[in-house]
């Protein structure tokens, strides 16, 4: 089973303001849950005007009680209260000349679980790609001045699907019907096997590709108002505005030490926030 999540909507904000307000969107507000970002590959194609960036966000996260009542705590590797922390690994392509913008962002943890992958389109619309007003042209006027009738509009596609049981049915269908037997010690052995016996392979998938999916529907509002959030600084005050406005909410989130301080080993806002995108 598959399950997939589409939504549209726009951004009343100018093309290249949204692309700029995406790579510096964490952290914000609304996205407390990050705990980092790294960007690990960034290539931009002169010829094609095109920036190829690949990032690795380390999120924190708390799963969904129902999810946990389903699964034994020790296969997600989560702790008594169902907190844990994943990788997500985000590739985006930004074509400047034609004014679209690419994103992928696919979770590294728990892939057996539940695979997650989202993708993004960023468009300028079509009436304003031939416009005279470009990405130079924004960005000596402060971005945004004299901007604000321009839009970017977005399509989002949520792919969701679960691989859980598979081997283990494949295994009980082997053995003609009969449980699978497991080589990992008592204290291993997942305290709810005749749960796993009542439920199919697909079932068990269907349920938690459908609990992936109201979570997936009920985080892309938050993350639109994040974004708006910094498109706004962005309006206001430009990349200084941006700037403090994210040294704001890491100490917000994290406290004067929290892990992006720790991890740039005491460097001042400016130079941590310019670096990390």
């Avoid at 726009?10 to 307000?21: E, I, K, R, S």
């Avoid at 966000?57 to 020790?74: F, Q």
């Avoid at 590739?91 to 696919?106: A, D, F, P």
């Amino acid at each position: 089973m598959v399950k997939f999540y589409e939504s549209n909507f726009d951004y009343n904000y100018p093309f290249p303001a949204v692309t700029l307000a995406y790579f510096l969107r964490y952290p914000n507000p609304y996205s407390t849950h990050v705990l980092s970002t790294d960007v690990i590959d960034r290539h931009f194609d002169p010829e094609a005007q095109r920036l190829t960036t690949t990032r690795l966000h380390l999120k924190r996260s708390k799963l969904p009680p129902a999810v946990l009542k389903l699964l034994p705590r020790s296969l997600l590797g989560a702790s008594a209260g169902g907190d844990s922390q994943a990788y997500i690994l985000e590739k985006s392509i930004v074509n400047v000349k034609e004014g679209w913008m690419e994103t992928e962002s696919r979770n590294l943890e728990w892939t057996g679980v539940l695979s997650v992958i989202e993708k993004q389109v960023y468009r300028r619309p079509a009436d304003l790609i031939n416009s005279n007003i470009g990405g130079r042209a924004l960005v000596n006027k402060g971005l945004l001045e004299d901007a604000h009738n321009e839009r970017t509009d977005v399509t989002t596609y949520v792919t969701l699907q679960s691989r859980l049981g598979e081997k283990i049915w494949k295994r009980r269908t082997k053995n003609g019907g009969s449980s699978p037997t497991s080589s990992s010690s008592d204290d291993e052995v997942p305290a709810k096997v005749g749960f796993f016996k009542s439920w199919t392979a697909s079932s068990m998938q269907r349920s938690i590709e459908l609990i992936g999916l109201r979570r997936a529907e009920g985080s892309q509002p938050k993350a639109k108002e994040g974004m708006t959030i910094v498109l706004e600084r962005l309006r206001q005050g430009g990349l200084t505005c941006v700037l403090d406005g994210m040294r704001r909410d890491r100490e917000a989130a994290f406290g004067p030490q929290g892990p992006f301080k720790r991890a740039f080993g005491g460097r001042s806002d400016n130079e941590l926030d310019i670096r990390e995108d």
